[in-house]
């Protein structure tokens, strides 16, 4: 059995990352490029620069990631109408049409492991954990 909060968290993680990735295969994506559209679609003019810092991921990870989605017709690159420099990420109408099948694997996922039975406390309490963990990681870089 496993009883260190880590341990059950690293095994919820691997557990909830094999099922969205097997929920997602059937509509050729992964968990990284849901990730990506899920986050486009609630951050109006993101670039890949802040998608990168948002998901806590390696640039060569989201770059790959965005790559397929472009070839797929999920995002397009458009360049900034405020810094010609920079290229803004936006979901194509496939993207948009995309968005609620990812929210129902997710939700039904989170339905069939009780999730949805658990209270808005604990839910907060575990936010706070989350994010206080993200702090301490940058504290350490």
Not at 9 to 29: C, F, M, Q
Not at 52 to 80: D, M, P, R
Not at 115 to 125: P, Q
């Amino acid at each position: 059995t496993y009883n260190r909060f880590g341990e059950l968290l690293y095994i919820l993680h691997k557990n909830n990352r094999k099922y969205l990735n097997d929920s997602l295969a059937e509509h050729d994506l992964n968990l990284l490029q849901a990730m990506c559209l899920l986050t486009i679609e609630q951050k109006n003019d993101i670039t890949q620069k802040e998608l990168t810092e948002i998901l806590y991921l390696t640039k060569s990870g989201i770059t790959k990631a965005l790559n397929k989605l472009q070839k797929e017709g999920f995002v397009i690159k458009e360049k900034s109408v405020n810094d010609n420099r920079k290229f803004i990420l936006k979901l194509t109408e496939k993207g948009e049409d995309i968005i609620p099948i990812l929210n129902a694997i997710n939700d039904e996922w989170e339905r069939k492991i009780g999730l949805t039975d658990l209270d808005d406390e604990f839910i907060e309490s575990l936010k706070g954990i989350t994010y206080k963990s993200i702090e301490l990681n940058l504290e350490n870089e």
